[in-house]
């Protein structure tokens, strides 16, 4: 075993070395521009001391987070994203890179579960006095057992499904929790761990949920997005285009010549697409961890991260001409718990921005009503136009039919009320992303924990929604911010509290660094470069 190794990564130093195009040395290589990376790039070029360079083998930055836009003139997101943060540093650099109220649009959430036939408000659990009086019943039954039951608990939940028990009992567990989750995360709630919910399990409260149902109110909003931004153009794929644009574009390679191909580890050495070679001291590495691995030939670490499971993710998108109708009103995303539609989540796309679909003077052709039959007359008519955008989970311990998924998709609008038969389609989207989830899986943490200090003692830091693999901290913010602190823990090894303290951080409002004043913080440090004098690059590459 030791010889195969040995050969392979003699192999590989050949394949390295046969490349013909240049080398260059940088103290830190940055792999991927999407938030992580981005995150990381930002920090090191206000830190201003170790030299560094990003790629990423995409032509435009913005990673999983970046927006697509058809040929009729739809934009859809990668998914539904939206911005709300827990740091500082974030909502620094996201105002940097776009600087003028006309920039965004701010919206209430407004967010609801589609339920037998029902819109209940968002979140389920505390609505239950929207449902019919039987299924009142046995929710209110499930939720005194497991308050009960919460009582005398002493043991950990084993497993997500426990823990949906021991919140909300059975009931709603049946209702809505384990059906839902299971169209999100594509795989049964019991082969899913606890931890990434947070240590804390909270008991119903049973006093709210019960007078709200004898008053027959509703709860309000909550959660840390009750209120969020969107951009007013370009979706929020140009958040990091722009973010980009703030980076030195000499510390960039997007694009082909910018794609990893291999990565030599033992000797820090990446090549890219063109045939470059990089030298790097440390790698921050954003892609996928499992592409990682196999980028680095490293059988032992390949095999380890099989073990870590993760969903792809269908996006799909439908463009309807008319006004928007007073069913759909001002929601922002819904909730598909039932089987009469592929989608677990809806996002009324049009209502974050007017910009997200052509204007209503653009003459566009009807491709179809929704109900499938032809449109009457095939000539282009003006609009006005309103998207959704829906979202579809694929494992494989949930297949989908793939050619047709679209299809499928606007017949669960139908199901569901979002569209009526005769509705005038003019645009349609779908796009499969193989990596969309990072399932927090019963052994994730058992992967995790070998594998990423395995690379770290490797001078790679990975980083990120799938480079790290914890949804928990997979949000936009998080994600930008796991770049930025492993950027602070190469050059001052700081901790970095999102991999490692996810609860800590989801908690509180972190305002350690700014975008400002953390760089003259910074300059004033020692060992960090003064004047024109390099840092050289062997101590950073071993110093932490």
């Excluded at 080398?23 to 170790?50: H, S």
């Excluded at 209110?140 to 057992?145: E, V």
Aim: hydrophobic share 35%; aromatic share 10%; proline share 6%.
């Amino acid at each position: 075993m030791v010889q195969e190794g040995h050969h392979n990564h003699n192999q590989h130093k050949r394949q390295i070395s046969k490349a013909n195009g240049q080398e260059i040395n940088v103290d830190v290589l940055v792999i991927g521009a999407g938030p992580t990376g981005l995150g990381a790039a930002k920090r090191l070029n206000q830190i201003n001391g170790p030299s560094w360079m990003i790629v990423d083998g995409s032509e435009v930055p913005g990673g999983l987070a970046s927006t697509d836009i058809t040929p009729e003139g739809f934009l859809y997101d990668v998914g539904g994203h939206v911005i709300f943060s827990h740091y500082k540093y974030f909502d620094d650099c996201i105002n940097e890179a776009l600087p003028n109220e006309s920039d965004w649009y701010t919206h209430q959430r407004i967010s609801y579960v589609r339920y037998k036939g029902l819109w209940v408000p968002y979140p389920f659990q505390n609505n239950i006095s929207m449902l019919p009086k039987e299924d009142q019943v046995t929710a209110m039954d499930g939720m005194i057992d497991a308050a009960l039951e919460a009582r005398v608990a002493n043991t950990k939940p084993k497993d997500f499904d426990e823990w949906i028990l021991r919140n909300v009992g059975v009931g709603i567990a049946d209702q809505f929790m384990r059906p839902y989750n299971y169209k999100v995360w594509a795989v049964p709630t019991t082969k899913m761990q606890a931890a990434w919910l947070g240590e804390r399990v909270a008991a119903p409260n049973l006093k709210a949920v019960t007078k709200n149902i004898v008053l027959n109110k509703s709860a309000g909003n909550w959660g840390p997005n009750a209120t969020f931004r969107f951009p007013a153009h370009g979706g929020t794929g140009n958040i990091w285009i722009k973010l980009a644009d703030t980076l030195p574009s000499k510390k960039t390679r997007y694009g082909e010549h910018g794609r990893v191909q291999l990565i030599d580890a033992p000797n820090h050495r990446a090549l890219l697409g063109d045939g470059t070679t990089i030298n790097y001291g440390k790698l921050i590495n954003t892609m996928a961890v499992d592409s990682l691995v196999e980028c680095m030939r490293d059988e032992e670490l390949t095999k380890l991260s099989k073990g870590l499971f993760f969903s792809t993710t269908h996006v799909i998108g439908v463009g309807v001409r008319g006004s928007r109708p007073e069913r759909i009103g001002d929601k922002c995303w819904l909730y598909f718990p039932e089987d009469n539609c592929p989608f677990y989540r809806a996002t009324i796309f049009s209502n974050y921005s007017p910009n997200n679909q052509p204007q209503s003077s653009k003459k566009l052709a009807t491709q179809q009503l929704a109900d499938g039959s032809k449109p009457e007359s095939s000539e282009a008519k003006e609009g006005p136009y309103w998207s959704i955008m829906l979202e579809v989970s694929e494992s494989s311990m949930k297949e989908v039919d793939t050619p047709n998924l679209l299809r499928d998709s606007i017949a669960g609008l139908i199901n569901t009320e979002m569209l009526s038969p005769g509705d005038e389609i003019v645009s349609t989207y779908h796009r499969r992303f193989d990596h969309g989830y990072p399932t927090p899986s019963l052994e994730r943490e058992g992967v995790l924990t070998k594998l990423l200090p395995k690379l770290q003692e490797m001078d790679i830091y990975s980083r990120g929604r799938f480079g790290s693999w914890r949804y928990e901290v997979g949000n936009q913010d998080h994600s930008f911010m796991l770049g930025v602190e492993a950027a602070d823990a190469i050059v001052n090894g700081a901790v970095e509290l999102t991999l490692n303290y996810p609860d800590f951080v989801n908690g509180r409002v972190n305002a350690e660094r700014r975008l400002v004043d953390g760089a003259q913080f910074f300059k004033s440090k020692e060992g960090i470069r003064t004047g024109d004098e390099e840092v050289p690059l062997r101590p950073i590459a071993n110093g932490h």
